[in-house]
């Protein structure tokens, strides 16, 4: 899991970090797989993780919680893959990056 302070997001440590990961798992030969909260999808995205399955979690039916206005629960996460994510639901998305070759 990475996160960070709020307003310490956005300066490269998260990208070194993934970078140092796959760099390890390429001379290993390994798949990586990490599970993407909305904050994290465009990140995990850039550094060659594709999308692989989706967890909708209804979080208005479950904890009657509603999203407010501005308010990222993953809407527009892997749409691709399987339609945007219904009202009142959380999305997570299961990616993965297969090791490069070079």
């Known amino acids: 899991m990475l996160?960070?302070?709020p307003g310490r997001g956005r300066l490269g440590a998260g990208?070194?970090?993934?970078?140092?990961g796959a760099e390890f798992a390429d001379r290993e030969g390994l798949n990586t797989w990490l599970e993407?909260?909305?904050?994290?999808?465009p990140l995990y995205r850039r550094?060659?993780?594709?999308?692989?399955?989706?967890q909708d979690l209804p979080?208005?039916?479950?904890?009657k919680?509603?999203?407010?206005?501005?308010e990222d629960w993953g809407t527009n996460n892997a749409v691709a893959l399987v339609g945007p994510a219904p009202k009142g639901v959380h999305r997570c998305v299961m990616m993965r990056r297969v090791p490069s070759k070079a």
């Open 36 to 41: 993407a909260t909305p904050a994290g999808y």
């Open 3 to 5: 996160a960070c302070a």
């Open 47 to 54: 550094c060659g993780f594709e999308d692989m399955d989706v």
């Open 15 to 20: 990208t070194a970090l993934l970078r140092w």
């Open 59 to 63: 979080i208005s039916d479950l904890y």
């Open 65 to 70: 919680v509603v999203n407010t206005d501005g």
